[in-house]
């Protein structure tokens, strides 16, 4: 059974930074292709950051230069490290796993979330 667990979610304070952990079992996780979304409130999910099964990055424009997305292979676990934080970052944070980097806005494994808040 494949398990995705985020943590690190919380409530800071707008310049506060934080960095989420996505926990993988049930998967061969160096072989997947891994992202992080959110899902702001009243909005769709989005793709924010993206890694590939060999480690390369992509971040969206919207938060580039702000978060940075990294995993370790041997840990089986995903990071998404967030500074400069603003309140338009609110919202729930997800990862998922794809087989393909190609199909990561539509991934095969989804977590559970994890909310973050930033107050003004």
């Known amino acids: 059974q494949v398990r995705l667990v985020e943590s690190g979610g919380g409530l800071v304070q707008a310049g506060d930074s934080l960095r989420l952990s996505c926990a993988a079992s049930g998967l061969t996780f160096g072989s997947y292709a891994m992202g992080w979304y959110r899902q702001c409130a009243g909005k769709q999910r989005e793709l924010v950051a993206s890694?590939?099964?060999?480690?390369?990055?992509h971040v969206e424009d919207s938060v580039k230069d702000r978060f940075t997305i990294s995993r370790a292979n041997g840990k089986n676990v995903l990071y998404l490290q967030m500074n400069s934080l603003k309140p338009e970052d609110t919202a729930v944070y997800y990862c998922g796993a794809s087989r393909l980097f190609a199909t990561l806005k539509s991934p095969n494994y989804w977590g559970q979330g994890t909310q973050v808040t930033v107050s003004s």
């Open positions: 890694i590939t099964s060999g480690g390369s990055t």
